[in-house]
C-alpha cells in the first residue's frame, strides 16, 4: 500500500510499504480521508518522543471496511484501543487506560496509509447521507467535545453560561461549536492569524477577535503554549473554570497564585472516552455541529507539502483532510 512515512526531522516520504494485519476481532479499513492533526506536527517538527521514525503518523480518520461479512461499512475510527477491563474502562473512562495505545504510535501504525486495521469496538457506522471526509472530523471533534463537557459540568450553576476559546485550529474551533451545541450561546474565538480568523468568521460564522480583554466564566486553552496558558489565567473569572486541551509545550504560563486565590478551576483533558466520541459522531450526523465545511481537502502524494505549508503558517483553513487514494 502508499502511505505518508515520517522518516526524521520535518522529513515525510510518499511511498510504498507493508500493509497493516488484521489482529483477531480487527477489521481491515481502506481509509477515505485522514486529518492532520497538531499531534503529527508536534511528531514531524522532533517534538514527540513518543512518536519516534519511522513512523506512519495520522488518526483522524474515516473509511470503508474491505473484506470479510462487514465488507462495505462506511466507518469512523475511534483511534484510541484500550483494554477494556481496567478500572479506567469498566468506569467509562477509557482515555485513562494504562493500557491505552492509539495509532499513530508504536506499536500501532497511523492511518496516513490506503489501509489500517482497528478493533470492532473502535468503529463507528457512518450514515450513507454524511462524506466519509466530514466523518473523519469526529476524532479532533470529539476531543473538544470532551473538553467542552468537562468544563461546563465542573462550572458552577450560579455562573454565567460564557465561553472564551484560545485559538481557532481545528480543535478551538471545534470547542466553540461543541459548547454551541451544548447550549452556551455566546462564545469568542481568540486568534492571531489573520487569514484563519477571516476564515472562522466568514466560512463558519464564529466570533473572532486578536485579542480580547473581556473576561469569561469558562476559558478553554486549545492551543496550550505558556503565552496561552497566561492568557487563559487572566481571562478566566473568579470561581470560572479553564479547561486546558493543548499540547503546545510543557510548561510555563499559568497563574497559579491567582487561580488559587479567586477560586478558579483548571482541568487537563485528554482525548474523550468510547461515549464522547459516539455522542460527537452521532452530533455530526444530526447536523448539531454545522456543514463542517471548513477542511481543505489534499492528495496523500501531498501530504508533506501539506506539512510544510501549516508549518509556515500559510494555511487559512482550520483542518486539512488527506485522500489516500490521490
Not at 475511534?78 to 494504562?98: D, H
Not at 496516513?112 to 466519509?132: D, G
Not at 473538553?147 to 459540568?153: G, K, S
Request: hydrophobic share 45%; aromatic share 4%; net charge negative.
Amino acid at each position: 500500500m502508499k502511505a505518508l512515512i515520517y522518516e526524521g526531522v520535518e522529513t515525510l516520504a510518499y511511498r510504498d510499504t507493508t500493509g497493516p494485519i488484521s489482529n483477531v476481532g480487527e477489521h481491515l479499513v481502506r481509509v477515505a480521508a485522514v486529518g492532520i492533526c497538531g499531534s503529527d506536527m508536534h511528531a514531524y517538527l522532533g517534538h514527540d518522543a513518543r512518536r519516534p521514525a519511522p513512523l506512519i503518523l495520522g488518526h483522524e480518520a474515516a473509511g470503508v471496511i474491505e473484506g470479510g461479512p462487514q465488507s462495505g461499512r462506511r466507518v469512523t475510527i475511534n483511534p484510541l484501543v484500550n483494554c477494556g477491563v481496567c478500572a479506567a474502562c469498566v468506569a467509562g473512562r477509557e482515555n485513562l487506560c494504562t493500557e491505552r495505545q492509539i495509532i499513530s504510535m508504536p506499536p500501532r501504525e497511523g492511518a496516513f496509509a490506503q489501509y489500517v486495521s482497528m478493533p470492532e469496538s473502535n468503529l463507528v457506522t457512518v450514515p450513507a447521507s454524511v462524506p466519509l471526509n466530514k466523518a473523519a472530523l469526529a476524532e479532533p471533534l470529539a476531543v473538544s467535545w470532551h473538553a467542552a463537557r468537562l468544563a461546563l459540568e465542573a462550572l458552577h450553576p450560579s455562573m454565567e453560561r460564557r465561553a472564551i476559546v484560545i485559538g481557532g485550529g481545528a480543535i478551538g474551533l471545534a470547542a466553540a461549536l461543541a459548547l454551541q451545541a451544548m447550549g452556551v450561546e455566546s462564545v469568542t474565538i481568540v486568534e492571531p492569524n489573520d487569514s484563519r480568523r477571516a476564515f472562522l468568521r466568514e466560512r463558519c460564522g464564529q466570533t473572532a477577535e486578536t485579542v480580547t480583554r473581556h473576561p469569561a466564566p469558562l476559558v478553554i486553552d486549545a492551543v496550550g503554549y505558556a503565552k496561552t496558558r497566561e492568557l487563559a489565567s487572566a481571562l478566566a473569572e473568579p470561581g470560572g473554570v479553564i479547561a486546558h486541551v493543548g499540547l503546545g509545550e510543557d510548561t510555563g504560563g499559568l497563574d497559579v497564585r491567582r487561580l488559587t486565590l479567586q477560586e478558579i478551576t483548571f482541568i487537563g483533558t485528554y482525548t474523550y472516552t468510547a461515549q464522547d466520541f459516539r455522542d460527537t459522531a452521532q452530533a455530526i450526523f444530526d447536523d448539531k455541529l454545522g456543514d463542517l465545511n471548513w477542511i481543505e481537502e489534499r492528495p496523500l502524494s501531498q501530504g508533506a507539502q501539506a506539512f510544510r505549508d501549516l508549518r509556515q503558517g500559510i494555511v487559512a483553513a482550520p483542518k486539512i483532510v488527506l485522500d489516500p487514494w490521490n
